[in-house]
């Protein structure tokens, strides 16, 4: 890997990727007039219920 290549990868894990930029948004509760929920909890769920189920 070119070291150009190799530093910008650096750069960009270490100080872009690293969750100082992250902030929350409220889209989903204002999309579907509700909480988000955690993607696991709704996998659990949905599994129980059976949707993925052939």
């Known amino acids: 890997m070119p070291e150009d290549v190799a530093g910008f990868l650096t750069y960009l894990f270490t100080t872009v990727l ?11 509760q204002r999309a579907l ?10 996998a659990r769920q949905g599994a129980a ?6």
Do not use: K, M, T, Y
Request: charged share 35%; net charge negative.
């Open 18 to 28: 690293d969750g100082r930029n992250a902030s929350l948004g409220d889209g989903v």
């Open 33 to 42: 007039g509700r909480e988000p929920r955690d993607f696991a909890d709704f």
């Open 49 to 54: 219920r059976g949707i993925w189920s052939v």
